[in-house]
């Protein structure tokens, strides 16, 4: 007999969706996965298509892990295989990405670069899968914790990517904080915004 967790009510699925999108944004609250966000986040076109993938590919590795975690490592008491198992089925979600973009949008492919791969090996799609088993979500909530992450990163990269673009085309910065350093500052600010979000809940 396994021991599943407990299904959820309507208001602990919505209390998640928020914190995950919001509360406890992997980007800009957890810091996790900025690696890409800031190599993809030039042009929001490639900051949006960044996003969808990581949508896609956190929601599936959320549902897939945590059918590998109670149907087969807990069980066989594979505990320590938890981070192995997770990364070979986050890389096998990543390729089946990778293909279906190659062929169906070369352009958004060859624009996202080395970034697209370096999906499995993204902390915060790997945190996502492993937060959903230290906090014993079921598994709509692990589906529903999964997307709203993912959908943060989605918000984040876009909302950073766009106030790029307008930095690039409009503001006049000292030289020194030109390029990079003026990304950073940016980031900076965009993180603090989201610090309104804290303690944020639904009743």
Not at 103 to 128: D, E, H, Q, R, W
Request: proline fraction near 3%; hydrophobic fraction near 55%; charged fraction near 10%.
């Amino acid at each position: 007999m396994f021991n599943f967790p407990d299904a959820m009510s309507l208001t602990e699925v919505l209390s998640l969706a928020v914190a995950s999108i919001l509360v406890n944004n992997y980007i800009l609250v957890q810091f996790l996965g900025c690696c890409s966000f800031f190599g993809v986040s030039k042009k929001t076109d490639t900051a949006i298509g960044m996003g969808m993938a990581v949508v896609f590919v956190m929601a599936l590795a959320s549902a897939v892990s945590w059918a590998v975690w109670y149907f087969i490592l807990d069980p066989l008491g594979l505990d320590y295989m938890q981070t192995i198992a997770f990364i070979l089925v986050i890389a096998t979600l990543v390729q089946f990405v990778e293909m279906f973009m190659k062929k169906s949008m070369p352009a958004l492919y060859s624009a996202l670069g080395i970034f697209l791969p370096l999906i499995t090996t993204n902390c915060a799609v790997l945190g996502a899968a492993i937060s959903n088993i230290d906090n014993g979500y079921s598994f709509i909530g692990s589906m529903v914790y999964g997307v709203g992450a993912g959908l943060g990163y989605t918000l984040a990269i876009v909302l950073f990517a766009s106030i790029r673009e307008r930095l690039d085309a409009t503001a006049k910065c000292p030289k020194c904080f030109e390029g990079f350093p003026i990304a950073l500052v940016s980031a900076a600010l965009l993180a603090m915004s989201f610090m309104g979000f804290s303690g944020l809940s639904i009743w």
